[in-house]
């Protein structure tokens, strides 16, 4: 079954320090992966994708992912969190036709 | 460019009547995406068009739900009759392209926030 799994509901992360919201996602062929950001009140908002090449990935706002295949994973990072980078962050897979997305994980940040 | 637009933004309706959403894409995306936002849940497709015709409404409960998309641009999602478990967000998406064409750059819309009493 086509799944990604986000284990922490909720991170929290003091402003200035580096962050990490984590993703694991089911293997199935090569996946192509992605990070939503959700706004309160607001529609979800691309972020940055995985298809090929570089396990590095930059995205907006100065976020990065790093596709990682041994470990299936696919973690979101920054290396100086904002209070403005508060939010709910999605991590997505591909399927056939859509879009599967994790059920998010709540980033604060505390200033 | 205009944003994938969505109306209403806030209903409220009681279990066993209806309700109707809206959603206009951005301008020449093919590919329509309905998605539900229960409240601690990421969004779950419920029907994805491309043009005027549906591509996977596997996970659309058809018996209440009803979603169409006649002219290949904007979109109307029914519900008819609404349960409690309805309440959510139903969020709009567009994409230029769908199917193996699509990697997955999604835009969408505010969403439109039901709450069934």
């Known amino acids: 079954a086509q799944s990604v799994a986000q284990p922490e509901d909720q991170v929290n992360v003091a402003e200035g320090n580096p962050l990490t919201v984590k993703c694991t996602y089911s293997v199935s062929g090569n996946p192509y992966l992605f990070w939503y950001v959700q706004y309160p009140n607001r529609g979800l908002q691309f972020l940055l994708k995985y298809i090929t090449g570089d396990n590095l990935v930059k995205g907006s706002y100065g976020f990065e992912a790093e596709f990682n295949k041994s470990q299936t994973s696919f973690h979101l990072k920054k290396p100086s969190a904002l209070v403005s980078d508060s939010a709910l962050y999605f991590c997505a897979k591909t399927g056939a036709n859509n879009l599967f997305f994790g059920t998010g994980t709540r980033l604060t940040v505390i200033p | 460019e205009a944003g994938v637009a969505q109306s209403p933004r806030y209903k409220i309706i009681e279990k066993r009547q209806s309700v109707a959403f809206w959603c206009n894409p951005i301008s020449g995306h093919a590919t329509l995406y309905w998605y539900q936002q229960i409240l601690g849940q990421g969004p779950k497709l419920l029907i994805q068009?491309?043009?005027?015709?549906?591509?996977?409404d596997s996970q659309l409960p058809k018996d209440r739900f009803s979603a169409e998309r006649l002219k290949g641009v904007d979109s109307t999602l029914k519900i008819q009759p609404a349960k409690l478990e309805d309440s959510a967000v139903y969020l709009c998406?567009?994409?230029?392209?769908?199917?193996?064409?699509?990697?997955?750059?999604?835009?969408f819309g505010e969403g439109s926030r039901l709450t069934v009493l």
């Open positions: 998406a567009s994409s230029k392209g769908g199917g193996t064409q699509n990697t997955g750059e999604l835009f």
């Open positions: 068009f491309q043009n005027n015709g549906v591509v996977d």
